[in-house]
T-cell receptor
Framework: DTGVSQNPRHKITKRGQNVTFRCDPISEHNRLYWYRQTLGQGPEFLTYFQNEAQLEKSRLLSDRFSAERPKGSFSTLEIQRTEQGDSAMYLC????????????FGPGTRLTVL | AQTVTQSQPEMSVQEAETVTLSCTYDTSESNYYLFWYKQPPSRQMILVIRQEAYKQQNATENRFSVNFQKAAKSFSLKISDSQLGDTAMYFCAFKYPQGGSEKLVFGKGTKLTVNP
């Protein structure tokens, strides 16, 4: 069990640029989640996949954000035309089985938009 | 909408002592899940303990236990025999799987420092 991995761990970009983050869940986990965490706050839910299907999206996920999980394994989160308000830690998590088993989180990607 | 409140932004405890972190939540539902997550400095979030609302028995995991008061909508975490490695942010979280929702709602966290 290698855990949930995320790349890159840090990303610095200029306002207006596009960025893409990758998440590799624990291999047998069919559920994958993206959260955003700003300083001093708890994580906020962005979106959820079961296998390759995106089943839930938060209103926080504006049209500049898109997430995919094409083969039901790794996932990508893309932010287009980044804004300074997008600066945050982006967390990926995965789980297996029924609801309520608890998510396993990755180390996160810290995004800084200059 | 469901909300989670952690009223203690920071707490400290001496090594080997016991500390209790508070969490209250707001929901009108009867079947849901509650979690405590630990986020050590610069490290990833780890699930500490979970509770299913339909179970009356309080969950325990080694030195960690909860006091789940469903009527009061309270879900506190007790850490016994505190260790230096328990120093971390602790987040209380709630999940209500209505219509297939898998959203975890987190509180703002409590920063716990264990002093030697």
């Amino acid at each position: 069990d290698t855990g949930v991995s995320q790349n890159p761990r840090h990303k610095i970009t200029k306002r207006g640029q596009n960025v893409t983050f990758r998440c590799d869940p624990i291999s047998e986990h069919n559920r994958l989640y993206w959260y955003r965490q700003t300083l001093g706050q708890g994580p906020e839910f962005l979106t959820y996949f079961q296998n390759e299907a995106q089943l839930e999206k938060s209103r926080l996920l504006s049209d500049r954000f898109s997430a995919e999980r094409p083969k039901g394994s790794f996932s990508t989160l893309e932010i287009q035309r980044t804004e300074q308000g997008d600066s945050a830690m982006y967390l990926c998590a995965s789980s297996f089985g029924t609801t309520g088993t608890g998510e396993f989180f990755g180390p996160g990607t810290r995004l800084t938009v200059l | 909408a469901q909300t989670v409140t952690q009223s203690q932004p920071e707490m400290s405890v001496q090594e080997a002592e016991t500390v209790t972190l508070s969490c209250t939540y707001d929901t009108s539902e009867s079947n849901y899940y509650l979690f405590w997550y630990k986020q050590p400095p610069s490290r990833q979030m780890i699930l500490v303990i979970r509770q299913e609302a339909y179970k009356q028995q309080n969950a325990t995991e080694n030195r960690f236990s909860v006091n789940f008061q469903k009527a009061a909508k309270s879900f506190s975490l007790k850490i016994s025999d505190s260790q230096l490695g328990d120093t971390a942010m602790y987040f209380c979280a709630f999940k209500y799987p209505q219509g297939g929702s898998e959203k975890l709602v987190f509180g703002k966290g409590t920063k716990l420092t264990v002093n030697p």
